[in-house]
């Protein structure tokens, strides 16, 4: 565990009434980095408590991951004296993080407008599926729907294949973070006007947002995107391959890196051919391209080979299993796990500030909700 040193976020109070995923994993990022983070859970509890197995304790991994660093309680917020409860826990509290269905914090009398002049320096962050207004407005949304509704799924497969969700939660976590990003973001106005402020965090949006450089290249030659499966839709070689032993991803974007791959292959002129001199020219010939890589790859260790070009500075890597991308040295060397003594392990922030590092102080509530 990293030291209890004072977090960039100490003395940030967030009453987070959010459940399964991006308002949750919003929450623990700035419990991380030191804020009183509560997290208020209805009587039955988040969803996620039950999505499994693995189970630790009666609860499930898919909750574990998301809640550290937060106290609990349970409130049954239907009820006049759960509302009024949550009035007190809100009373001297900066940031409110909810992702309740648009209108139902209204009609108990706890949406925005009522708060904010109840409360005027209370941040309150919602995380929403597509916002409250607009053709979608107000209607549910879940990660999978959203990368099918975003254009992420046509853009994510083997070309030709079917569209094929991305095999992470990819939009609810980037949700999670754009809220983050627009809390921190309020409260850095909040020392000027000394007002609180809405803020959202649309799951819609943010899948919008992950289409780069599909959008870029559909605004400027009105294509529509396709499946390029592993290969980069703009850059060559930006793609997997086999070698003797195992598979590689060479992700090589310019002239430069180009000439060294092809030497340490054994073949420097291949760099100079007229098709595949430059970068326009590999990526409009990428299939002979990949031909003439391939045979010369299939000589090769695929773990020796990456060691050697990322020394030389050619951007690669060896295509790791979850297993084998948890055990690697270096992520032990970045402090990206973390373990407790209840039995609990999770993944370590990738936020790293010099001073005011991220602490792992709680674990998740336990099964009661405490």
């Given at each position: 565990?990293?030291s209890?040193s004072?977090?960039?976020?100490q003395?940030?109070?967030?009453?987070d009434?959010?459940r399964?995923?991006g308002?949750?994993?919003?929450?623990?990022?700035?419990?991380?980095?030191?804020?009183?983070?509560?997290?208020?859970?209805?009587?039955?509890?988040d969803?996620?408590?039950?999505?499994?197995?693995?189970?630790?304790?009666?609860?499930?991994?898919?909750?574990?991951?998301?809640n550290r660093?937060?106290?609990?309680?349970?409130l049954d917020?239907?009820?006049?004296d759960?509302?009024?409860?949550?009035?007190e826990?809100?009373?001297?509290?900066?940031?409110?993080?909810?992702?309740?269905k648009t209108g139902t914090?209204?009609?108990?009398?706890?949406?925005?407008e009522?708060?904010?002049?109840?409360?005027p320096?209370?941040i309150?962050?919602?995380?929403?599926?597509?916002?409250?207004?607009?053709?979608?407005?107000g209607?549910?949304?879940?990660?999978?729907?959203?990368?099918?509704?975003?254009?992420i799924?046509?853009?994510?497969g083997?070309?030709?294949?079917?569209p094929?969700r991305?095999?992470l939660?990819v939009?609810?976590?980037v949700?999670?973070?754009?809220a983050?990003i627009?809390?921190?973001?309020a409260?850095?106005?909040?020392?000027?006007?000394?007002?609180?402020?809405?803020?959202e965090?649309?799951?819609?949006?943010s899948?919008l947002?992950?289409?780069?450089?599909?959008?870029a290249n559909?605004f400027?030659?009105?294509?529509?995107?396709?499946?390029?499966?592993?290969a980069?839709?703009?850059?060559?070689?930006?793609?997997?391959?086999?070698?003797?032993?195992s598979?590689?991803y060479?992700?090589v974007?310019?002239?430069?890196?180009?000439q060294?791959?092809?030497?340490?292959?054994?073949?420097p002129?291949?760099?100079?051919?007229p098709?595949?001199?430059?970068?326009?020219?590999?990526?409009s010939?990428?299939?002979?391209?990949?031909?003439?890589?391939?045979?010369?790859?299939?000589?090769?260790d695929?773990?020796?080979?990456?060691?050697q070009?990322?020394?030389?500075?050619?951007p690669?890597a060896?295509?790791?299993?979850?297993?084998?991308?948890?055990?690697?040295?270096h992520t032990?060397?970045?402090?990206?796990?973390?373990?407790m003594p209840n039995?609990?392990k999770?993944?370590g922030?990738?936020?790293?500030?010099?001073?005011?590092?991220?602490?792992?102080?709680?674990p998740?509530?336990?099964?009661?909700?405490?």
């Amino acid at each position: 565990m990293t030291s209890l040193s004072a977090g960039a976020l100490q003395g940030l109070k967030v009453i987070d009434v959010s459940r399964i995923l991006g308002g949750p994993y919003c929450g623990q990022i700035l419990g991380d980095h030191g804020a009183d983070v509560l997290k208020v859970e209805p009587p039955q509890g988040d969803d996620t408590r039950t999505w499994g197995p693995p189970f630790l304790n009666g609860v499930a991994s898919y909750y574990l991951g998301l809640n550290r660093n937060k106290r609990g309680m349970r409130l049954d917020l239907s009820r006049e004296d759960g509302r009024a409860t949550l009035l007190e826990l809100l009373s001297d509290a900066d940031v409110l993080l909810e992702n309740f269905k648009t209108g139902t914090l209204e009609k108990w009398g706890l949406g925005y407008e009522a708060l904010s002049e109840r409360f005027p320096r209370l941040i309150h962050c919602r995380v929403s599926g597509f916002g409250a207004d607009g053709p979608l407005g107000g209607l549910p949304g879940y990660d999978a729907a959203i990368q099918a509704m975003s254009g992420i799924m046509s853009v994510n497969g083997d070309a030709g294949g079917e569209p094929l969700r991305v095999g992470l939660p990819v939009v609810d976590m980037v949700t999670g973070l754009n809220a983050v990003i627009g809390i921190l973001l309020a409260l850095n106005e909040r020392e000027r006007s000394g007002k609180g402020q809405f803020v959202e965090a649309a799951l819609y949006d943010s899948g919008l947002s992950l289409l780069h450089p599909h959008a870029a290249n559909w605004f400027l030659n009105g294509k529509t995107p396709v499946r390029t499966g592993n290969a980069h839709p703009n850059i060559y070689p930006y793609d997997s391959f086999p070698t003797r032993t195992s598979a590689i991803y060479l992700a090589v974007g310019n002239d430069r890196q180009f000439q060294i791959l092809c030497k340490v292959l054994g073949e420097p002129s291949l760099a100079f051919e007229p098709e595949f001199r430059d970068a326009g020219s590999r990526s409009s010939n990428r299939e002979a391209l990949r031909g003439r890589l391939a045979a010369l790859l299939m000589q090769f260790d695929g773990e020796s080979l990456t060691g050697q070009l990322m020394n030389e500075g050619v951007p690669c890597a060896p295509v790791l299993d979850v297993k084998d991308a948890l055990e690697h040295p270096h992520t032990a060397h970045r402090e990206l796990i973390v373990s407790m003594p209840n039995g609990y392990k999770g993944l370590g922030s990738p936020i790293k500030l010099s001073r005011t590092p991220a602490t792992y102080r709680l674990p998740p509530p336990d099964e009661s909700g405490s």
